[in-house]
C-alpha cells in the first residue's frame, strides 16, 4: 500500500530555511495532487500548499512569500521549503495526498493518505 | 479565511452509545451543485490523520457505515453510531469551499 513519510532536519535556527521532504512509497506520484499542512502546538491544522505533477501549484496567502512546494517524481518525492522562519513556525509537519473523489460527476478532491508527521523546532 | 469552530472540543463516550460531533463554519459552505464543501477526518493515537467523510456526507473507501456526515450550509455534525474501542482519537472538520482549505480545532474523542 502507499505510504508516505516526512523526513527534514527537526531543529532549524531563526531566520534560516526550514527544508522538508516527503517520500511516497509502495506508489508513484501519478495524477494526484501532493501538500503540505502543519499544526502548530495548540493551533489548528493549518494548510500550507498543494502540487500536481502538471505543473498545478496552490498556496495559503499567509505563506505565500515564503513557501516553496516542488515535486521529484523521479525519486518518488515532494518537497517543501519555508524561508525566513521564526518561533511561530514550530509545528508538526505533514505531507498529504488529495485524492480526486469517483463518485461524484464534478472534480473534488480530498486528503485520502497522509504521512505520520514531523516536528520542526525552530530555534537557536 | 473560513473559520471551523467544532463543539465540544472533548467527548467521553461509553461504548455501544452514539457520539456526535458538531461543526460550525462562519461561511456557507453549500455550492450551486448541491454539494457542501466540507470533509472529516480522524487521527487515531500514534497514526496518521485518514479520511471519513468527504463533500458533507459521503463516506471514504473502507469507512464502516456506523460513521455518518450531515448538516447542510454552515452547521455540519458527524455521528459515530456504537462506538468501539477503536474509535478513539481526534476528529477534524475541514472546509475545501474556499481557498485556503482551514480546519476546526478538533474534538477528542475518548471512552469512559
Known amino acids: 500500500q502507499v505510504q508516505l513519510q516526512e523526513s527534514g532536519p527537526g531543529l532549524v535556527k531563526p531566520s534560516e530555511t526550514l527544508s522538508l521532504t516527503c517520500t511516497v512509497s509502495?506508489?508513484?506520484?501519478?495524477?494526484?495532487?501532493w501538500s503540505w499542512s502543519r499544526q502548530p502546538p495548540g493551533k489548528k491544522l493549518e494548510f500550507i500548499a498543494y502540487?500536481?505533477?502538471?505543473?498545478?501549484?496552490n498556496y495559503n496567502p499567509s505563506l505565500k512569500s515564503r513557501v516553496t512546494i516542488s515535486l521529484d517524481t523521479s525519486k518518488g518525492q515532494f518537497s517543501l521549503r519555508l524561508s525566513s522562519v521564526t518561533a511561530a513556525d514550530t509545528a508538526i509537519y505533514y505531507c498529504?495526498?488529495?485524492?480526486?473523489?469517483?463518485?461524484?460527476?464534478?472534480?473534488?478532491?480530498?486528503?485520502?493518505?497522509w504521512g505520520r508527521g514531523t516536528l520542526v523546532t525552530v530555534s537557536s | 479565511d473560513i473559520v471551523m469552530t467544532q463543539s465540544p472540543l472533548s467527548l467521553p463516550v461509553s461504548p455501544g452509545e452514539s457520539a456526535s460531533i458538531s461543526c460550525r463554519s462562519s461561511q456557507s459552505l453549500l455550492r450551486s451543485n448541491g454539494y457542501n464543501y466540507l470533509d472529516w477526518y480522524v487521527q487515531k493515537p500514534g497514526k496518521s490523520p485518514q479520511p471519513l467523510i468527504y463533500?458533507?456526507?459521503i463516506r471514504a473507501s473502507g469507512v464502516p457505515d456506523r460513521f455518518s456526515g450531515s448538516g447542510s450550509g454552515t452547521d455540519f455534525t458527524l455521528k459515530i453510531s456504537r462506538v468501539e474501542a477503536a474509535d478513539v482519537g481526534l476528529y477534524y472538520c475541514m472546509q475545501a469551499e474556499q481557498a485556503p482549505r482551514t480546519f476546526g480545532q478538533g474534538t477528542k474523542v475518548e471512552i469512559k
Open positions: 509502495g506508489g508513484s506520484i501519478g495524477d494526484h495532487y
Open positions: 463533500l458533507g456526507s
Open positions: 498529504a495526498r488529495l485524492t480526486k473523489a469517483m463518485t461524484v460527476p464534478f472534480i473534488y478532491h480530498y486528503f485520502d493518505l
Open positions: 502540487i500536481h505533477n502538471s505543473g498545478d501549484t
